[in-house]
């Protein structure tokens, strides 16, 4: 395990106080703050390196392709990929699941063809292929969501079948905090002769993450999430796949031969990185990798399951208080409701005293219908969080039920 307090020294946003009160930041499943490491990063690349990336000729730009192209192999071996040419950047989960839709989904779909999904998706991992299902005539199925917020996976060996093309599935859940067994569902979609994609959002950052034991097709995951730059996320795919597809984006870079007619394209991954890339956000996630592997994926998975579990059993002891999501097996996201507060109000009465946490529906409004809500509160925790935050959080709440329940 690592000393928390020291790595809470890396986050200078840490010290900051909100509404005169010091920030407790619970909001990590939206964004992550950003160590000193990676600020100083993409500060050092501005002031020293940059320049456009593979075409110049000259020394900057030799310096800049270099650590583009490092940062890529960084990404690569830390969600245990073994080729790099597999590993393509993009700006985040939902620009690289709206690639696999667009440049597999549209070449590879027909009429009465099947994409199996989970009730417990982010829009992201639904939207596009509701897409691609309306353009080509492939059917979508979901997996339920049982009470305790793990997936039906009896439904799910009735659901993955011959028609099956595709299963998706969220790795970690962005409301319930469930784990999911994406390793099962990637056997049961090979069986059925079907590829796995894993929306990896929120367990690339929190996870150890080994894309061949997971044995999926496609990982998605976006750096703003896992102590990198807005900006920068990307796509793992085996790289026979990458061959197979067609271009996502058309433009510079992904290109070999340009005629007024047709064009040729670029080797993997450049074929799906069109035009001038986030080169300093890429570095910066490559700087991210490093301070995660620092402290090692293991350790932050025991940080947050320990811390998960304290803030579930302090927040269960809260009357009258709804959790979601399972009590074992989760990441540090706890989603939960108050019989008399509306998420939003609390929310904001909890920002007052400088807690910062998220409500609404997360992006997941069919789970938000299963749960039988039209939003929750959200508190999501990460490797910088400590117990005494956790306690922040449980007094703010007393406070804030005392607001409500105090006679006007
Ligand atoms: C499970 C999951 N998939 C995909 C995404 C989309 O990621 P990008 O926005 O980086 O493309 C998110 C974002 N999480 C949302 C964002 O804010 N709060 C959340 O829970 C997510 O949690």
Same mark, same amino acid.
């Given at each position: 395990?690592?000393?928390?307090?020291?790595?809470?020294?890396?986050?200078?946003?840490?010290?900051?106080?909100?509404?005169?009160?010091?920030?407790?930041?619970?909001?990590?499943?939206?964004?992550?703050?950003?160590?000193?490491?990676?600020?100083?990063?993409?500060?050092?690349?501005?002031?020293?390196?940059?320049?456009?990336?593979?075409?110049?000729?000259?020394?900057?730009?030799?310096?800049?392709?270099?650590?583009?192209?490092?940062?890529?192999?960084?990404?690569?071996?830390?969600?245990?990929?073994?080729?790099?040419?597999?590993?393509?950047?993009?700006?985040?989960?939902?620009?690289?699941?709206?690639?696999?839709?667009?440049?597999?989904?549209?070449?590879?779909?027909?009429?009465?063809?099947?994409?199996?999904?989970?009730?417990?998706?982010?829009?992201?991992?639904?939207?596009?292929?509701?897409?691609?299902?309306?353009?080509?005539?492939?059917?979508?199925?979901?997996?339920?969501?049982?009470?305790?917020?793990?997936?039906?996976?009896?439904?799910?060996?009735?659901?993955?079948?011959?028609?099956?093309?595709?299963?998706?599935?969220?790795?970690?859940?962005?409301?319930?905090?469930?784990?999911?067994?994406?390793?099962?569902?990637?056997?049961?979609?090979?069986?059925?002769?079907?590829?796995?994609?894993?929306?990896?959002?929120?367990?690339?950052?929190?996870?150890?993450?080994?894309?061949?034991?997971?044995?999926?097709?496609?990982?998605?995951?976006?750096?703003?999430?896992?102590?990198?730059?807005?900006?920068?996320?990307?796509?793992?795919?085996?790289?026979?796949?990458?061959?197979?597809?067609?271009?996502?984006?058309?433009?510079?870079?992904?290109?070999?031969?340009?005629?007024?007619?047709?064009?040729?394209?670029?080797?993997?991954?450049?074929?799906?990185?069109?035009?001038?890339?986030?080169?300093?956000?890429?570095?910066?996630?490559?700087?991210?990798?490093?301070?995660?592997?620092?402290?090692?994926?293991?350790?932050?998975?025991?940080?947050?399951?320990?811390?998960?579990?304290?803030?579930?059993?302090?927040? &269960?002891?809260?009357? /009258?208080?709804?959790?979601?999501? %399972?009590?074992?097996? @989760?990441? *540090? =996201? $706890? +989603?939960?409701?108050?019989?008399?507060?509306?998420?939003?109000?609390?929310?904001?009465?909890?920002?007052?005293?400088?807690? &910062?946490?998220?409500? /609404?529906?997360?992006?997941?409004? %069919?789970?938000?219908? @299963?749960? *039988? =809500? $039209? +939003?929750?509160?959200?508190?999501?925790?990460?490797?910088?969080?400590?117990?005494?935050?956790?306690?922040?959080?449980?007094? &703010?709440?007393?406070?804030?039920?005392?607001?409500?329940?105090?006679?006007?």
């Amino acid at each position: 395990m690592y000393d928390v307090l020291k790595v809470r020294r890396d986050f200078p946003i840490l010290e900051r106080e909100v509404n005169g009160r010091p920030l407790v930041y619970l909001d990590n499943a939206a964004t992550s703050q950003k160590p000193l490491q990676v600020i100083r990063t993409l500060s050092r690349y501005y002031e020293r390196h940059n320049a456009n990336i593979h075409r110049g000729v000259h020394r900057l730009a030799e310096e800049a392709t270099g650590l583009y192209e490092e940062a890529r192999g960084k990404v690569a071996r830390f969600i245990g990929a073994p080729d790099p040419r597999g590993l393509v950047f993009t700006r985040g989960t939902t620009e690289s699941i709206n690639l696999v839709a667009h440049a597999w989904g549209r070449k590879n779909l027909r009429e009465g063809d099947e994409v199996v999904l989970t009730e417990a998706e982010h829009h992201s991992n639904l939207v596009p292929w509701q897409l691609a299902a309306r353009d080509t005539g492939a059917r979508l199925r979901f997996i339920p969501v049982l009470d305790d917020g793990t997936l039906d996976m009896e439904a799910a060996e009735h659901l993955i079948g011959p028609r099956t093309r595709l299963v998706g599935c969220v790795h970690a859940s962005n409301v319930l905090g469930t784990v999911n067994p994406v390793e099962r569902l990637a056997e049961l979609a090979h069986e059925a002769g079907a590829l796995m994609l894993v929306d990896g959002a929120q367990s690339a950052p929190h996870l150890p993450v080994d894309v061949t034991s997971l044995g999926c097709d496609f990982f998605a995951a976006s750096g703003h999430k896992m102590l990198g730059p807005t900006g920068v996320g990307f796509l793992w795919a085996r790289p026979e796949l990458l061959e197979e597809m067609e271009p996502f984006l058309g433009g510079g870079e992904m290109i070999r031969e340009v005629r007024l007619e047709r064009s040729t394209w670029n080797e993997i991954p450049y074929k799906f990185e069109a035009g001038t890339m986030n080169i300093a956000q890429a570095i910066g996630l490559g700087a991210a990798v490093d301070y995660l592997g620092s402290l090692g994926m293991e350790s932050v998975r025991e940080h947050e399951r320990r811390l998960g579990a304290y803030a579930y059993r302090r927040l &269960a002891g809260v009357e /009258g208080i709804t959790l979601y999501g %399972p009590a074992e097996n @989760r990441t *540090g =996201v $706890v +989603a939960f409701n108050l019989p008399e507060v509306h998420p939003h109000d609390l929310s904001q009465l909890l920002d007052q005293e400088g807690v &910062a946490i998220r409500s /609404g529906h997360h992006c997941c409004q %069919p789970l938000m219908r @299963r749960l *039988g =809500v $039209v +939003a929750t509160a959200r508190a999501s925790l990460y490797l910088y969080n400590t117990e005494e935050e956790v306690e922040a959080l449980v007094e &703010a709440i007393a406070r804030a039920r005392e607001f409500f329940e105090a006679p006007a």
